[in-house]
Structure formats: structure tokens, C-alpha cells
Nanobody
Framework: QVQPVESGGGLVQAGGSLRLSCAAS????????VAWFRQTPETGRQFVSA???????LYAESVRGRFTISRDDAKTTVYLQMNSLKSEDTAVYYC?????????????????WGQGTQVTVSS
């Protein structure tokens, strides 16, 4: 079983940057997709970005060009580099993993979730 653990959230001014990390504890997530979702009190869990085991990346239109997803050489940690942050990026960010999500953009297709990390962007 893969257990994602997020870190790196915090408070940043608009226009600033943050890097989130998602480390896999438990078994090595060989072959897994890892995704980032975010959630506010007003919204459901929304897709942000995802990366496959082979390095294919997906982005939500709202973050394309500002956020970059990557993973380390050991493929045990996934990063989300967030640049040019806006107040609307404020949310709890969750890392999720699944061996074969049938819909990469649907949070219900991911079996393993982290506890979430708060990102607050002040304007």
C-alpha cells in the first residue's frame, strides 16, 4: 500500500512561489500515477496536475504555465512547483496516487491520499 505524505505548504504573497512535496511511504509506487488536487470550503476537490510513472504530465488549465510537476530520480517523491501564485490558488492541496486511475482528473479514481497541506496566497 502506498501512503502519500505532503509537505511544503504555507503562506505566500501573490506573485510568489512555493514548492510542495509528496513523498511515498510504504511500498515503492512502481507504475503509479501521482496527482495533486486542491479543495476550498466552497469547492469540491479539483484536479491540479498529475504525473505518470513514465513522466507524462497533465495540468489543469488554470495552472498551466505557472505550476510544474516533477518527480525525483528514485521516483519516490513528486514535487509541485508553484510560481506566480494568485489568491485563487489558496486551498488545501492533496496528493493522491493510483496504479491505474481510469480518469486522471477525477479524485474518486485515486485510491491513496495524503492528509493535505494548506496553501494560502495573500493579495
Amino acid at each position: 500500500q502506498v501512503q502519500p505524505v505532503e509537505s511544503g505548504g504555507g503562506l505566500v504573497q501573490a506573485g510568489g512561489s512555493l514548492r510542495l512535496s509528496c513523498a511515498a511511504s510504504g511500498r515503492t509506487p512502481s507504475g503509479y500515477w501521482v496527482a495533486w488536487f486542491r479543495q476550498t470550503p466552497e469547492t469540491g476537490r479539483q484536479f491540479v496536475s498529475a504525473i505518470s510513472w513514465t513522466g507524462t504530465t497533465l495540468y489543469a488549465e488554470s495552472v498551466r504555465g505557472r505550476f510544474t510537476i516533477s518527480r525525483d530520480d528514485a521516483k519516490t517523491t513528486v514535487y509541485l512547483q508553484m510560481n506566480s501564485l494568485k489568491s485563487e490558488d489558496t486551498a488545501v492541496y492533496y496528493c493522491a496516487a493510483d496504479a491505474r486511475p481510469l480518469n486522471y482528473y477525477d479524485p474518486q479514481k485515486y485510491d491513496y491520499w495524503g492528509q493535505g497541506t494548506q496553501v494560502t496566497v495573500s493579495s
